[in-house]
T-cell receptor, first 111, second 116 residues
Framework: DTGVSQDPRHKITKRGQNVTFRCDPI?????LYWYRQTLGQGPEFLTYFQNEAQLEKSRLLSDRFSAERPKGSFSTLEIQRTEQGDSAMYLC?????????FGPGTRLTVL | DQQVKQNSPSLSVQEGRISILNCDYTNSMFDYFLWYKKYPAEGPTFLISISSIKDKNEDGRFTVFLNKSAKHLSLHIVPSQPGDSAVYFC???????????????FGKGTLLTVNP
């Protein structure tokens, strides 16, 4: 399978813990995106990388959130001191041009 | 303020008939539009897109129409099949200063149910 992959698919954590998610994009795609989706809403943009450079961060991405793409390949999204409001589906997408292709998502539940 | 609106939360059609999903947008800077299909517990799957320089794009059973003056687009599925039952999201993007479209703004989605 050469699509976008995300790990883990599900994460349950206690409030205050740190979590890290990984995204492996389609290999030839130089652009990588993170989105968050909550129940009844469409995905909301969080951040965007072109190669290893993080070019934009949404206001949704508080100081507790950090994303990296160290070698322009895979990316990680870390949430520190998780809160119950962080419970959501975290989606990664990649693209070469305008059409973005999404991974299966990581479902985060903060207890 | 929702910049992309899908005003119908759900739509039910009979197998073999046409499904028409609608989307309105308010940001006149949007110049690229996409439709995604999403099954439960999966990520969105890209279906079809259209640039603002066109008013129609067709791919198999899927056709997207864009009316720039009305800031409205629609997705037509003909003929509809039970496997098309999913949530459909409309998304839009605007070109940035570097000439690239990247940040997608999504609607809330429309649940399509195709009955056998």
């Amino acid at each position: 399978d050469t699509g976008v992959s995300q790990d883990p698919r599900h994460k349950i954590t206690k409030r205050g813990q740190n979590v890290t998610f990984r995204c492996d994009p389609i290999s030839e795609h130089n652009r990588l995106y993170w989105y968050r989706q909550t129940l009844g809403q469409g995905p909301e943009f969080l951040t965007y990388f072109q190669n290893e450079a993080q070019l934009e961060k949404s206001r949704l991405l508080s100081d507790r959130f950090s994303a990296e793409r160290p070698k322009g390949s895979f990316s990680t999204l870390e949430i520190q001191r998780t809160e119950q409001g962080d419970s959501a589906m975290y989606l990664c997408a990649s693209s070469f041009y305008n059409e973005q292709f999404f991974g299966p998502g990581t479902r985060l539940t903060v207890l | 303020d929702q910049q992309v609106k899908q005003n119908s939360p759900s739509l039910s059609v009979q197998e073999g008939r046409i499904s028409i999903l609608n989307c309105d947008y308010t940001n006149s800077m949007f110049d690229y539009f996409l439709w995604y299909k999403k099954y439960p517990a999966e990520g969105p799957t890209f279906l079809i897109s259209i640039s603002s320089i066109k008013d129609k794009n067709e791919d198999g059973r899927f056709t997207v129409f864009l009316n720039k003056s009305a800031k409205h687009l629609s997705l037509h599925i003909v003929p509809s099949q039970p496997g098309d039952s999913a949530v459909y999201f409309c998304a839009a993007s605007a070109r940035n200063s570097g000439g690239s479209n990247y940040k997608l703004t999504f609607g809330k989605g429309t649940l399509l149910t195709v009955n056998p």
